[in-house]
């Protein structure tokens, strides 16, 4: 993670991003997915996300000129969230090991909440199972 105290990468890596974002958008695309997986709270504080990940994300986000979904990509974003909300997506992907109903409270109005499904598991549900999640899922407010 020598990186992330090198300027110089993090400006190389946030040009490259908007650079290729652009591209999907201007190809068709209609949404992007921002991936980053540092911005978990199961890989660094949130005080560290604050000063790198967080600043990368308010710039980038926006200049992309598109619509956005944020990815923790490993591990618990719950710490991470209302911060998230202030980079300008307009979603969040979950994990499964996060609590549905605590993570819709807290993006309540200020993002769209994806995922928490267990993709691993999923390859083996019958058709009541996934009745069951899909309706968990719907209450779980």
């Known amino acids: ?5 090198e300027p110089f990468m ?7 991003c908007i650079a290729w974002g652009k591209a999907q958008l201007e190809a068709g695309c ?5 991936f980053d997986p540092v911005m978990s709270s199961t890989l660094v504080p949130r005080e560290l996300y604050l ?6 994300a308010k710039e ?7 619509p956005t979904v944020s990815h923790f990509a490993a591990g618990r974003g719950m710490p991470m969230l209302n911060d998230v909300a202030e980079t300008g ?13 605590e993570v819709k409270e807290i993006c ?11 993709g691993i598991a999923m390859r ?5 199972e996934v009745s069951v999640t899909r309706a968990t899922a719907s209450v779980a407010l």
């Open 108 to 118: 309540k109005g200020k993002l769209t909440v994806i995922g928490n499904l267990n």
């Open 1 to 5: 993670m020598m990186w992330l105290w």
């Open 30 to 34: 209609t949404a992007l997915c921002y």
């Open 124 to 128: 083996k549900w019958t058709r009541e």
């Open 60 to 66: 980038v986000i926006p200049a992309l000129g598109g």
């Open 10 to 16: 993090w400006r190389k890596n946030m040009e490259w």
């Open 89 to 101: 997506t307009l979603g969040i992907g979950i994990s499964v090991i996060e609590d549905l109903a």
């Open 51 to 56: 000063e790198t990940g967080n600043v990368m």
